[in-house]
T-cell receptor, first 112, second 114 residues
Framework: QKEVEQNSGPLSVPEGAIASLNCTYS??????FFWYRQYSGKSPELIMF????GDKEDGRFTAQLNKASQYVSLLIRDSQPSDSATYLC????????????FGRGTSLIVHP | EAGVTQSPTHLIKTRGQQATLRCSPISGHTSVYWYQQALGLGLQFLLW???????NRGNFPPRFSGRQFPNYSSELNVNALELEDSALYLC?????????????FGPGTRLTVL
């Protein structure tokens, strides 16, 4: 069974700090990795995806992938109170299946 | 551009009844995915439809079923409702062949089973 593990948190960081969210996955055949942000009472929103080992940056967000360690992370620089949300990690394999397996999410609280 | 829409927003049913949830994808998106988000369990994949066909199914009993119409909208049916079916049901759509890379979620339908 494919599993995606995340620390449920909450992760509390001060405004302006770097928030680091981590995710591990069990399926070594995984090839696509996604981060979603979900505000309370809202639906998930895709914010980053990464396929290759290394870092991918988009604005204040950086996704890091290490396939050997089966580990993917999301860094949020200059965290803002508006970043307070639950962050979902999702992983999928190729081969015609585009169904991502989701972790349960990490709650992030950015306090002023 | 309009996003993914779902109806109804809230649905209250009693145990044993049937529920029908509806989803309209973003224009140009042919794939529709259904997920269940129950409290404390995270997002669980239910069904994937593409070009009118069921392409994949999650680990849910057969009383969860659905279909996709020629206009790519979709319907999720849950028969013989049980208390544990109470959850947020999310629909997502994506471009052909793009999967989660272009997956956008609708606002969800909150199903409460009493």
């Amino acid at each position: 069974q494919k599993e995606v593990e995340q620390n449920s948190g909450p992760l509390s960081v001060p405004e302006g700090a770097i928030a680091s969210l981590n995710c591990t996955y069990s399926d070594r055949g995984s090839q696509s990795f996604f981060w979603y942000r979900q505000y309370s009472g809202k639906s998930p929103e895709l914010i980053m995806f990464i396929y290759s080992n290394g870092d991918k940056e988009d604005g204040r967000f950086t996704a890091q992938l290490n396939k050997a360690s089966q580990y993917v992370s999301l860094l949020i620089r200059d965290s803002q109170p508006s970043d307070s949300a639950t962050y979902l990690c999702a992983v999928s394999t190729s081969g015609g299946s585009y169904i991502p397996t989701f972790g349960r999410g990490t709650s992030l609280i950015v306090h002023p | 551009e309009a996003g993914v829409t779902q109806s109804p927003t809230h649905l209250i049913k009693t145990r044993g009844q049937q529920a029908t949830l509806r989803c309209s994808p973003i224009s140009g998106h042919t794939s529709v995915y259904w997920y269940q988000q129950a409290l404390g369990l995270g997002l669980q994949f239910l069904l994937w439809y593409d070009e009118g066909e069921e392409r994949n199914r999650g680990n849910f009993p057969p009383r969860f079923s659905g279909r996709q119409f020629p206009n790519y909208s979709s319907e999720l049916n849950v028969n013989a409702l049980e208390l544990e079916d109470s959850a947020l049901y999310l629909c997502a759509s994506s471009l052909p062949g793009q999967g989660a890379r272009t997956q956008y979620f609708g606002p969800g339908t909150r199903l409460t089973v009493l």
